[in-house]
């Protein structure tokens, strides 16, 4: 194993850039714009008022009430289930996705997520009772849990490795775009009354039936051929997506990966030995630290949060297309710079930035914002800006690293597995967020920012301390060339792993 794994060989993984494989990788990644179009339509849809009338009259009814808490008037449980019900199906789902990639593939996974989807957004485009709307959203919940664990891992496996950042981080590319096409669909359909929010709803099954077609035209991955025995169509994908022929040193490198993963009979059971610690708790972490941001806090409910500091109800949607195109933009910044300066400078970067951003919202809010009443025009503006600077970083950095690091650190045998505990750690966080980040703003007021300011501060010391650096190092090499020489994580690592 040492001499196979420690041989060099990512210097003789060749490759170039074809037209097909860029269609590939847009193609897949078009499941990060599904989610992101969830994320972004949910907080618009809530904030509508005929959509309030019809299933939640009596949220509607205290919005209207003057005198109403600015914190707390939006603050209703079953309002938060409508957004939050999705991330927990999801939960459930990404452990079912896990399996699947493993026994189907990849790819066919990819297309499960988009049917769906596809069902969800016409359920839910139709709902006349609240439990359709529910039901619609467990349906996108599966959806998302499906291609939450196939596009990342599909991204990384077909990705060249001095690519394989930037490959990867399409996935959060498209979930930003999601973000920001569904703010401006909600920013339009606020105008179309009654059925204005119907719209923004279906409008989800367009990402999907993208991904439908794309999951039918794409490859499939050439790690998951061979895991699966088929090694000749897997040595045959992989001359396809790197465009040369020469690709004996990676084909070995990929074969040897599977025949120690074929060894593992219970995936799940190597997932909790000692030696699999060290990217189980990377990736979770990540996961876990990526909500902890605040981002989806942010995001769900930033016209309800916008509103809350003043803004009318369509400048409060179109402050909120501002924010998601800066979320789009910024992540081009990652797109280029995750495999020249690695990942830890943009994550310690971010953390700085994004701590600022929270502790001065903070501040601003818990001096000026009083129960009743609006901020000032200046300091609103002060708020959007830093909401903006929040945004910009977290888009370069925790956004796609919390998809990216996950998906290239576990090694072939727990890859889904791992990846599908990771997955499920995000939609667990989402889903508390989604479903208490309203309470909590009633509850805690300003102090919420403060809240996750304290969380951003200790993710800044886990980058520190225990995220190694994976740029350049091979996805099926990572367990050789990284775990074993951290000064933290050696101490996992028994004598079949050195």
């Given at each position: 194993v040492s001499k196979m794994t420690n041989a060099g060989y990512e210097g003789d993984f060749k490759s170039k850039m074809t037209a097909y494989v860029v269609f590939c990788w847009i193609f897949a990644a078009f499941g990060g714009l599904m989610f992101g179009y969830d994320i972004g339509i949910s907080g618009g849809v809530t904030s509508m008022d005929d959509f309030l009338i019809k299933f939640f009259p009596h949220v509607h009814e205290k919005k209207l009430h003057v005198h109403e808490d600015n914190y707390c008037k939006y603050d209703d449980p079953n309002l938060q289930l409508f957004t939050s019900s999705l991330y927990l199906a999801a939960l459930v789902a990404s452990f079912a996705a896990s399996k699947l990639c493993s026994v189907f593939g990849r790819r066919r996974t990819i297309f499960f997520a988009s049917l769906f989807f596809i069902a969800a957004a016409v359920l839910s485009a139709l709902g006349e009772k609240i439990w359709m709307l529910i039901v619609g959203r467990i349906l996108f919940g599966i959806g998302v849990g499906f291609g939450n664990e196939a596009v990342p891992l599909f991204l990384s496996e077909v990705a060249p490795v001095q690519h394989r950042g930037a490959v990867n981080i399409l996935f959060q590319l498209f979930v930003t775009v999601g973000i920001l096409i569904a703010n401006l669909v909600n920013y339009g359909t606020s105008k179309v009354h009654p059925g204005g929010w119907r719209i923004s709803l279906g409008l989800a099954g367009v990402p999907a039936l993208f991904l439908f077609l794309g999951s039918i035209i794409i490859v499939e991955t050439p790690t998951s051929l061979i895991e699966r025995g088929h090694c000749e169509k897997g040595r045959q994908t992989l001359e396809k997506i790197r465009g040369v022929k020469e690709v004996d040193a990676e084909f070995k490198s990929i074969v040897h990966a599977c025949e120690v993963a074929e060894k593992v009979k219970h995936p799940l059971k190597k997932l909790m030995q000692k030696s699999s610690m060290p990217p189980l708790i990377i990736g979770v972490s990540m996961q876990v630290f990526q909500q902890f941001t605040g981002i989806n806090a942010i995001m769900f409910y930033a016209p309800v949060l916008f509103q809350t500091i003043g803004f009318g109800s369509n400048a409060s949607l179109l402050s909120s297309v501002i924010t998601g195109l800066v979320n789009v933009l910024s992540?081009?910044?990652?797109?280029?710079?995750?495999?020249?300066?690695?990942?830890?400078?943009?994550?310690?970067?971010?953390?700085?930035?994004?701590?600022?951003?929270?502790?001065?919202?903070?501040?601003?809010?818990?001096?000026?914002?009083?129960?009743?009443?609006?901020?000032?025009?200046?300091?609103?503006?002060?708020?959007?800006?830093?909401?903006?600077?929040?945004?910009?970083?977290?888009?370069?950095?925790?956004?796609?690293?919390?998809?990216?690091?996950?998906?290239?650190?576990?090694?072939?045998?727990?890859?889904?597995?791992?990846?599908?505990?990771?997955?499920?750690?995000?939609?667990?966080?989402?889903?508390?967020?989604?479903?208490?980040?309203?309470?909590?703003?009633?509850?805690?007021?300003?102090?919420?920012?403060?809240?996750?300011a304290v969380w951003i501060f200790v993710m800044g010391l886990f980058v520190v301390f225990l995220l190694p650096e994976t740029k350049g190092v091979p996805i099926d090499l990572i367990a050789y060339r990284i775990w074993r020489k951290h000064p933290v994580w050696k101490r996992f690592m028994d004598d079949e792993n050195a």
């Open positions: 992540t081009f910044v990652s797109i280029f710079a995750v495999d020249k300066v690695g990942r830890r400078v943009l994550l310690l970067q971010a953390c700085v930035q994004m701590f600022i951003s929270q502790t001065v919202i903070g501040v601003i809010l818990h001096a000026l914002l009083k129960p009743t009443g609006s901020l000032d025009k200046g300091p609103a503006i002060v708020v959007v800006v830093l909401v903006c600077m929040f945004v910009m970083s977290f888009a370069w950095s925790w956004g796609p690293m919390g998809w990216l690091i996950p998906s290239e650190t576990f090694p072939l045998e727990t890859r889904t597995a791992g990846f599908a505990f990771a997955v499920s750690s995000n939609m667990l966080c989402t889903f508390l967020i989604a479903q208490v980040f309203l309470s909590m703003m009633c509850h805690m007021k300003a102090f919420i920012f403060f809240f996750f």
